[in-house]
Structure formats: structure tokens, C-alpha cells
């Protein structure tokens, strides 16, 4: 960063403070919180390296699992899928999950920087902070996962079901990426330190992406994870992808447990069960941290 870049950060800070200043007095929190997407969104333009950074972290995940995985891990699955129609949902899902954690390093920067301060200066809604992050990370996802289709249609992976259902299948993950981020949300409130909030999350969820069918088939884990991978609700999300996208080649109807059996039902229960206790935990985290 130049010092003509370290120099305008103020003048921007206090244009973005006037544009939502610039939403009504007494309007709704979602009215406020679509004008603090937009200066969410605006942040992104100034600092675009976080951007392609999102952008091309999915991409070479494609590319290694496709091309130096896939000759190996590809002999393994059944039914006659090929690689690439397994692993790209399984890709949408921990890509979208891990662009969801941005909604808890986005909060805990601003709370540490002073931002949130500002905010509570002006007259809006003080749900218009979280709905505007939640909303501007929801939008940024919708980018990403253009990026990944392109990518995945360029490796070999191909839709062959109904376009409602594909529509379905795509609104099922950005779904699922909404609700995660209310829960990365209060997360990010609670640590409060960007750097704290980056370190915890990877621990969590980066192995609980790699314990579910995103890569490999879970029969060929050991029996305790293969349990994990059951009840994983990353799992049945991206079952849920897979059966919506047709790539699930011959394969009979699963068997077993609850969700391996009915994993659209599981994933939409996890999905609204996340949001009915994270909402109202993220606004009174939220409350509290702006008050001290």
C-alpha cells in the first residue's frame, strides 16, 4: 500500500460513513443493511486483491484434485461418475463455506478498527450491520460460484439435470453459505481479532470439510469417521448438490443413517435450525460488543 493509498483511507472511511448516513431515519434494518452491503461491496473495488485471492483459491483446488487426484481417487468412486461430476459440488461446498467465514473476519477487522463505532453514530438500524455483511459476503459467493461453474465446465464437469433442479442446486449452497455465515458472525464477535478469528476457523473447518464426501466417498474412512461423515451436514449438502446436478451417475438410493437417506431435508432443517439460533445469538453479541 502507497502513502497516497494510506493517506486517502480516511476521506474514503468518512464517504463511506456519509453514504449510510444517507439511509432514512427510523427505516427498516434490512433498507440500512442493503446500503452497508453496498459499502462492503465498494470495499472490495479498493482492495481487489482479496477478491481474486477468493477467486483463484477455489480454481486451484479444481485443478490439483482434478489432474493430480483424480487419476488415483477417480478409480474409487462408483456408479460410473466420473471425477469431476463427484468432486466439483464437493468444491462449491467448501469453497462457498470458507467464503462465508469472511462475514467473521470482516466483523472482528471493523470492530478492532473502530468502524462499528462509527456506525452506531448514525441513524440506522443496528441489525443493518450484520445484514449488510452477511448480504455483501452472500453476493460475493454468488461471484465466486459463477467462477467455479466456468472452471468446472472447462475440467469435464457437466449438469445433466433439469435447469429448475440445477437452479435448486445452487440456491440449496448459497443457503447453506448464508446460514453459515450468521454462525461465523457471532464467532467473529466473540474473538473480536481478525487474526484470532482466521487461526480458529481454519482449525474447524478445514477439517470438517475433508470429513465429509467432498473429495472421496466416505466408505473408504474408518468407522468412526465414516459416522462423522454421515451426520456431517457439509456432507449432505453436497449430496443434496449432487442429486440436484445429476451427478450421480447409477448409483441405487443410499442407505443407512437419517441424513444419508433424506440429506435435502437434513441439510434445509441444519440450515434453518442454524439460522433460528444464530440470528438473535450474532444481534445480542453484537449489542453487547457495541456497548462496552
Same mark, same amino acid.
Given at each position: 500500500?502507497? $502513502?497516497?493509498?494510506?493517506?486517502?483511507?480516511?476521506?474514503?472511511?468518512?464517504?463511506?460513513?456519509?453514504?449510510?448516513?444517507?439511509?432514512?431515519?427510523?427505516?427498516?434494518?434490512?433498507?440500512?443493511?442493503?446500503?452497508?452491503?453496498?459499502?462492503?461491496?465498494?470495499?472490495?473495488?479498493?482492495? %481487489?486483491?482479496?477478491?481474486?485471492?477468493?477467486?483463484?483459491? %477455489?480454481?486451484?483446488?479444481? *485443478?490439483?484434485?482434478?489432474?493430480?487426484?483424480?487419476?488415483?481417487?477417480?478409480?474409487?468412486?462408483?456408479?460410473?461418475?466420473?471425477?469431476?461430476?463427484?468432486?466439483?459440488? !464437493?468444491?462449491?461446498?467448501?469453497?462457498?463455506?470458507?467464503?462465508?467465514?469472511?462475514?467473521?473476519?470482516?466483523?472482528?477487522?471493523?470492530?478492532?478498527?473502530?468502524?462499528?463505532?462509527?456506525?452506531?453514530?448514525?441513524?440506522?438500524?443496528?441489525?443493518?450491520?450484520?445484514?449488510?455483511? =452477511?448480504?455483501?459476503? &452472500?453476493?460475493?459467493?454468488?461471484?465466486?460460484?459463477?467462477?467455479?461453474?466456468?472452471?468446472?465446465? &472447462?475440467?469435464?464437469?457437466?449438469?445433466?439435470?433439469?435447469?429448475?433442479?440445477?437452479?435448486?442446486?445452487?440456491?440449496? &449452497?448459497?443457503?447453506?453459505?448464508?446460514?453459515?455465515?450468521?454462525?461465523?458472525?457471532?464467532?467473529?464477535?466473540?474473538?473480536?481479532?481478525?487474526?484470532?478469528?482466521?487461526?480458529?476457523?481454519?482449525?474447524? *473447518?478445514?477439517?470438517?470439510?475433508?470429513?465429509?464426501? +467432498?473429495?472421496? %466417498?466416505?466408505? =473408504?474412512?474408518?468407522?468412526?469417521?465414516? +459416522?462423522?461423515?454421515?451426520?456431517?451436514? *457439509?456432507? #449432505?449438502?453436497? $449430496?443434496? =448438490?449432487?442429486?440436484?446436478?445429476?451427478? #450421480? !451417475?447409477?448409483?441405487?438410493?443410499? +442407505?443407512?443413517?437419517?441424513?444419508?437417506?433424506? %440429506? +435435502?431435508?437434513? #441439510?434445509?432443517?441444519?440450515?434453518?435450525?442454524?439460522?433460528?439460533?444464530?440470528?438473535?445469538?450474532?444481534?445480542?453479541?453484537?449489542?453487547?460488543?457495541?456497548?462496552?
Amino acid at each position: 500500500m502507497t $502513502a497516497t493509498d494510506r493517506a486517502s483511507e480516511p476521506a474514503q472511511a468518512a464517504r463511506d460513513d456519509e453514504m449510510v448516513s444517507e439511509a432514512p431515519r427510523g427505516s427498516h434494518a434490512v433498507l440500512d443493511g442493503l446500503v452497508v452491503a453496498k459499502r462492503n461491496l465498494l470495499k472490495i473495488r479498493r482492495v %481487489p486483491d482479496v477478491l481474486v485471492g477468493t477467486l483463484i483459491s %477455489p480454481i486451484m483446488f479444481i *485443478i490439483l484434485f482434478r489432474y493430480v487426484f483424480g487419476g488415483a481417487i477417480g478409480a474409487q468412486i462408483p456408479g460410473g461418475v466420473s471425477y469431476a461430476e463427484y468432486l466439483i459440488p !464437493g468444491i462449491f461446498a467448501q469453497t462457498v463455506i470458507f467464503g462465508a467465514t469472511v462475514t467473521g473476519s470482516g466483523l472482528a477487522e471493523d470492530m478492532q478498527k473502530g468502524i462499528i463505532d462509527r456506525f452506531r453514530s448514525l441513524p440506522m438500524s443496528r441489525m443493518a450491520v450484520l445484514v449488510g455483511r =452477511t448480504t455483501s459476503d &452472500l453476493l460475493t459467493n454468488v461471484l465466486v460460484t459463477i467462477i467455479m461453474t466456468a472452471t468446472g465446465l &472447462l475440467v469435464g464437469w457437466r449438469i445433466t439435470s433439469s435447469i429448475p433442479q440445477a437452479a435448486a442446486g445452487f440456491a440449496l &449452497l448459497l443457503l447453506f453459505a448464508y446460514a453459515f455465515s450468521w454462525v461465523m458472525a457471532y464467532v467473529g464477535l466473540l474473538l473480536r481479532a481478525p487474526e484470532s478469528f482466521n487461526q480458529i476457523s481454519f482449525i474447524v *473447518i478445514f477439517p470438517l470439510t475433508f470429513i465429509a464426501n +467432498t473429495f472421496v %466417498p466416505p466408505e =473408504t474412512f474408518p468407522a468412526a469417521l465414516r +459416522t462423522v461423515a454421515e451426520w456431517n451436514p *457439509i456432507s #449432505t449438502m453436497v $449430496a443434496s =448438490t449432487r442429486n440436484l446436478f445429476g451427478n #450421480t !451417475g447409477t448409483l441405487p438410493a443410499p +442407505t443407512g443413517s437419517l441424513p444419508i437417506e433424506h %440429506p +435435502t431435508l437434513y #441439510t434445509l432443517a441444519w440450515i434453518g435450525i442454524a439460522l433460528a439460533i444464530f440470528v438473535p445469538l450474532a444481534t445480542r453479541q453484537f449489542s453487547r460488543a457495541t456497548s462496552r
